[in-house]
């Protein structure tokens, strides 16, 4: 059986400000930037995250995700929160689909 080293290499200090900026923003927009900074976040775990020495990175855009996020929310409230458990899966597969381990190729 194949075994993976993971390592986590972020820090609270930056998860903090992460946090903070991402959540005045969403305050600020009525939750309509959510799907941005979400974004936000997977892209700073992704940058911090390792497999067997490889970083990986995040690829998704808040602009696809809105689409997604809409549906998942407008479904969730229609079935009184009965799809939730579907709209979470949907939401896990498209961040699971953007992940992808970092270049170490310099192209010019």
């Known amino acids: 059986m194949l075994h993976g ?3 986590f290499r972020g820090n609270g ?3 903090f400000w992460l946090v903070v900026w991402t959540s005045i923003v969403n305050v600020i927009t009525a939750g309509l930037a959510y799907p941005w900074t ?3 976040r997977e892209r700073w ?7 067997d020495g490889k970083q990986l ?3 998704g855009t808040g602009l696809e995700l809105f689409g997604t996020w809409l549906v998942i929310f ?6 009184i929160g009965i799809y939730l458990p579907w709209g979470a899966c949907r939401l896990e597969r498209w961040r699971t689909n953007n992940l ?6 310099i192209s010019f």
């Open 45 to 51: 775990k992704a940058q911090y995250t390792y497999i």
């Open 13 to 15: 200090g930056s998860y």
């Open 100 to 105: 992808r381990f970092a270049s170490t190729e």
């Open 57 to 59: 990175i995040f690829l």
């Open 38 to 40: 979400l974004t936000a």
């Open 74 to 79: 407008v479904l969730s409230i229609l079935t």
């Open 5 to 7: 080293e993971f390592e």
